[in-house]
Each structure stands twice: as C-alpha cells, then as structure tokens.
C-alpha cells in the first residue's frame, strides 16, 4: 500500500507546530521573572527573597535553606505551590543532600503553601504549636467574608507541621546546628531560627526591611521587646526578613523604630480624643513623613494605624492558642 502522502505531512506539520509551541512555552518559562531571587547570605547558607517583577507568580514571602553536612533545612515554603517547586529544584540543583526539615515561623498563608510540595519529597514541616491550630482556620480571614469554595478547600488542605514545640527546638544537619526559638509580637506563634556557624537569622515575619508589616494579628508591644532582643543578641547578624531585602542590625532597629513610632503617635492621638478615621486621618501624615519610602506604605499604613489603635484600646481580636 502507498503511505498516504497528505496525511504523513499532516502529521509531520502537527508535531513541528507542537514542538514549536512547546519551545515557545520553554522558552516563555525561561523569559518569565523568576518567583525569588537567591541570594547566598553565608556558607550553604541561601536566601530566597521574593520577586514583585514576577507579579502574579511571585513568591509571595521570603524563605530560605540551610545545607548542613548529612540534611538540608528549609525555612518556609511560600504563598503557592509553584513557587515550592520552584525552590526545591533550585535546592536540588545545590545538592543532592536529603531535605530533613521545613520550618514554617508562622501559620500565614504566604509562609507555609507549599508545605506540601516539601512533606512530599520527604521533609518533616515543623512549627510552633501554634502554626499547626491556626493553619487551616485562622487563613481563611485573609479571603474576606466572599470566600469561595476552592480557596476554603485550599486552606483545609494545607500541609500541617507534624512536629510541634511550645518555645524553640534545636536542629543538627549533621554537624551543623540550628537554633529555632519562638518569639510573641506578630501572630502569637512565630518561630526565628539563628545559624550560629554563620551569625545569619531567619526572623520570619518578626522584621520586615524597609517595608510596612501587616499587623493583623499582631502585638506590637511584646513585638517590640522581641526586636530589642534580636537587637541586642546578634549586633553583627545578617537578617533575612519575612519581606524585604536580607538586612543588619541596624534595619531592625528601623523596623523597631517603626513599631514604637507608630504606639507613640496612636497613643498620642486617642489622648487628644480621636478615633476611628479621625484617628487615621491624624496619625497617616506623621508616619508617612519618617516611613512614605517604605514598601506597601499605602497598602499598609491605614490597617497598621487601625490595629494599632484596637490594640491599645485594649479591643483587638488575635488569635487564641487551642485550650489543652
Ligand atoms: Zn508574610
């Protein structure tokens, strides 16, 4: 039988068509700003800072990872599961090393999506107690009241920490050791892992560099003895934050400034007797004069004065460690 001439072309046009759309695809991939930005911050020791270039597929939030001699740690897993993949190629790329741990330093969404992309490569998610009781509940707010049903099936799939610890944990990758201890001021449950052969600090959302925190939960006076801490601890630390670039001490102490700027000046006007938007109103234009050049000011600065305001009214909701 004579082949068919017309339809063996047709054939060999259709896969040229699909291998140059699946080039042009690769190459796209290749072309799209990257979710994070790697940064090497001590020996094995790498950042992994969030891409505003990357728009919708940015990362979301800061993470991190640790290679030790024998385990890699990683240090919060982002607001999706792409970008996870993402890190964790990059990491396997560095070493072929086991990654042992994920440790989540908080229970917000952007910190803790891709938990299961890292629980199924064969990593243990640990966090303080309180991450693992607020995951898959607490989250749920930062949809609003219109909340739809995926992004609440999303939420109540999250990866948990299956390790949990009231106040710290101290992690060997071999012979190298990681200090994680908990800290109060920002959620309530919020981790900070210190590598001392390195003098570098992953302050999760503890400290933001240069840019405006979300204060949603938050406690800003125990957060700011937390930062006097920190201060005080490691003068000579690098400081990978939440947001923001990789910082010293001396953006911390920006950071802190902030925090205790934004009481004195809340507290200053609730004694003049404003509140509400009279409040905000009030109190926008002093923080702007010392903080307008930060990040997410705008996004930011109203909720920041707002829950400032709650908090020393004594009338703000946080969330509740579970009763035992
Ligand atoms: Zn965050």
Same mark, same amino acid.
């Given at each position: 039988?004579?082949?068919? @001439?017309?339809? @063996? /072309? ?5 896969? /040229? $068509? /699909? ?12 072309? #799209?700003? %990257? ?5 090497? !911050?001590?020996?094995?020791?790498? %950042? ?10 940015? #990362?979301? $939030?800061? %993470? ?7 385990? !890699? ?23 072929? @090393? ?34 693992? $009781? ?92 937390? /930062? ?43 004694? $003049? ?6 409040? =905000? ?5 002093? =923080? ?23 908090? @020393? ?12």
């Amino acid at each position: 039988m004579r082949p068919n @001439l017309r339809a @063996l /072309l047709i054939r060999a046009l259709g896969f /040229l $068509a /699909l291998a140059a759309i699946a080039a042009a695809t690769a190459s796209a991939q290749q072309n #799209a700003p %990257a979710p994070f930005i790697l940064h090497q !911050v001590g020996p094995g020791v790498w %950042a992994a800072i969030d891409n505003p270039a990357a728009k919708s597929g940015r #990362a979301g $939030a800061n %993470a991190g990872f640790v290679i030790g001699t024998d385990s !890699v740690l990683v240090i919060d897993t982002f607001e999706n599961p792409a970008a996870a993949q993402v890190l964790l190629d990059q990491i396997r790329q560095k070493t072929k @090393l086991p990654i042992r741990f994920v440790v989540n330093t908080h229970y917000h969404l952007d910190h803790v999506a891709g938990n299961n992309i890292f629980a199924a490569a064969g990593a243990t998610i640990l966090a303080q107690q309180n991450v693992r $009781a607020w995951e898959r509940t607490e989250n749920k707010k930062f949809f609003g009241p219109k909340i739809t049903t995926a992004q609440t099936q999303m939420v109540e799939s999250l990866g948990l920490p299956s390790i949990t610890y009231q106040d710290g944990v101290t992690l060997y990758l071999g012979s190298r050791e990681v200090i994680v201890r908990s800290f109060p001021g920002h959620t309530g449950g919020d981790s900070v892992l210190f590598i001392p052969d390195a003098n570098i600090v992953f302050t999760g959302d503890l400290f933001w560099c240069h840019m405006l925190p979300n204060l949603i939960d938050a406690s800003t006076k125990p957060w700011v003895e937390t /930062l006097d801490l920190m201060i005080q601890h490691h003068p000579a630390a690098t400081f990978v934050p939440g947001h923001g670039e990789v910082g010293h001490v001396q953006d911390v102490s920006d950071f802190r400034g902030y925090l205790s700027d934004l009481r004195a000046d809340v507290g200053q006007s609730q004694s $003049a007797g404003k509140s509400g938007d009279t409040l =905000i109103d009030s109190v926008l234009p002093e =923080i702007q004069q010392k903080y307008g050049t930060w990040d997410a000011f705008a996004y930011f600065a109203k909720p920041d004065i707002h829950y400032t305001d709650l908090e @020393l009214r004594g009338e703000k909701r946080i969330p509740q460690p579970p009763k035992n």
